[in-house]
């Protein structure tokens, strides 16, 4: 696959193999070798030495004629969530909603035009789309996006819209540039965002901002509900309120943990906060 401009000191082989990694998707999750050089855009060869090489260090695994990811690619997710520090902040203040809802909360970022969960508490229930850590899904038609995208500067939503969405799902509403700007108006207005089966028949959900010391939304966190068992009504007046208590609490942790001075020891080992 060819790159463009790239600097001196990248790494082709690093990047090609990302990109096999992330090739396998919800909707084939075993890919022969022919068809991961499809996707990828690469050799034969050199795909067959990177998936033997994911083999060995234990990513991937061969299975039925082809290759298959293993849980073990979870810890690059989890390596960029655990640096953040933000799970560890926020876990027991999302089981404490949990617990008080009765409902799955999560916590995404924005990856272009999707979001991507990095944090989840959940409750066993049976909803039209699965999610763990990890999953994407266009920003757009979720609470956890809207949110994200209205803490954007304007000028800078069109432009993260632009990206093609890699989620594979295909959202059932889609929204025109008027209906778009009002509704992230909206949003910036109270300061948090409802779903209502934008997404996915079945899912309706509430999302608030976590930021940072300087006000920046740096992520949204939800209460993710079933539309057959949980009405907007009740989303609203009896979740709402627990839900902006608790993403204050975490932004509020979050920025005091941003102010705890880094210091270097010997061996230039950060010193733990």
């Known amino acids: 696959m060819a790159r463009g401009d790239t600097g001196p000191d990248f790494i082709e082989a690093l990047a090609r193999g990302l990109d096999v990694i992330k090739a396998f998707e919800p909707n084939r999750p075993v890919m022969s070798l022919t068809e991961v050089a499809a996707a990828t855009g690469l050799a034969r060869p050199t795909v067959r030495r990177i998936l033997l090489t994911l083999v060995e260090l234990g990513y991937a695994r061969a299975e039925g004629g082809g290759f298959a990811l293993t849980p073990r690619v979870l810890e690059l997710g989890v390596s960029y969530v655990r640096s953040l520090g933000l799970w560890e902040i926020a876990r027991p203040h999302m089981e404490r909603l949990v617990e008080q809802t009765h409902e799955s909360s999560s916590i995404a970022q924005l990856d272009g035009s999707d979001i991507v969960y990095v944090a989840r508490v959940a409750v ?38 632009a990206q093609p969405s890699r989620s594979g799902v295909r959202p059932r509403r889609r929204f025109d540039a008027h209906e778009r700007e009002a509704v992230l108006r909206e949003v910036r207005a109270r300061g948090w965002a409802l779903t209502d089966e934008e997404l996915a028949p079945g899912i309706r959900s509430i999302a608030a901002p976590l930021r940072d010391g300087m006000g920046r939304v740096v992520a949204a966190l939800n209460v993710n509900a079933h539309a057959a068992e949980t009405p907007v009504e009740k989303l609203v007046e009896e979740y709402l309120p627990a839900l902006l208590r608790t993403a204050g609490a975490i932004s509020a942790e979050w920025a005091m943990y941003e102010s705890i001075p880094q210091v270097t020891v010997g061996g230039g080992t950060p010193a733990p906060p």
């Open 124 to 161: 066993p229930k049976i909803v039209t789309l699965a999610v763990d850590i990890g999953t994407r899904f266009p920003a757009l038609q979720t609470s956890l996006g809207k949110v994200l995208l209205a803490g954007l500067p304007p000028e800078q939503v069109e432009q993260v819209l």
